[in-house]
């Protein structure tokens, strides 16, 4: 009905002013749709949880790293989780994995095997990836890796880098360390 009423006022104004409107029922559209992904993710952490734990031990995953993505031209979202592959039990063995979720036909999600598998996540990702976001088209990550002084557990170096998948392989391409800004306490 909104929608009806909205396409009802643009038939009435001259073409030289829909160029302003444009951007106005872009931005409405995108409005319109946020309450239907956020619905959508809250319903995939428990699929990836499920799809991590069939798979290994001490599985964790900040909801907040699972984002839409475009593979091969269609829509996804794409999720970090970690996880200990085989379930070793030591503090080295939890390591970054990577999620494709698709939509079926009838609107349920589910992981898409040919993306999701461990060894499709290389072992040369940092050890802890917190965020993933897009920038210039590009997936990138901000995360933590060893520095030569670190416990094997802990590791404290803050990186950024770029994530591509490459031969069925999601892949490290660029690294760089974060400068930390120092907190400042104002008296």
Request: aromatic share 8%; charged share 20%; proline share 8%.
């Amino acid at each position: 009905m909104r929608f009806m009423a909205l396409w009802m006022a643009l038939s009435l104004l001259p073409l030289s002013c829909l160029a302003d409107i444009k951007v106005d029922l872009t931005d409405y559209i995108v409005q319109a749709s946020e309450p239907k992904r956020t619905e959508t993710l809250a319903k995939l952490p428990p699929i990836i949880e499920q799809f991590g734990k069939s798979l290994g031990c001490s599985f964790s995953m900040d909801p907040r790293n699972i984002i839409p993505y475009q593979l091969d031209g269609k829509s996804v979202f794409l999720a970090v989780y970690e996880l200990d592959v085989g379930c070793s039990g030591t503090p080295t063995a939890t390591r970054p994995l990577m999620a494709i979720l698709r939509q079926s036909p009838g609107g349920d999600y589910f992981i898409d095997a040919d993306y999701s598998m461990p060894k499709q996540s290389s072992t040369e990702l940092p050890k802890h990836i917190s965020s993933l976001f897009i920038r210039n088209d590009d997936l990138w990550y901000q995360g933590l890796t060893f520095k030569a002084a670190d416990a094997s557990c802990c590791p404290t170096l803050d990186v950024t880098g770029r994530i591509a998948l490459e031969n069925g392989v999601w892949k490290e391409h660029q690294r760089m360390p974060l400068e930390r800004i120092p907190s400042t306490v104002t008296p």
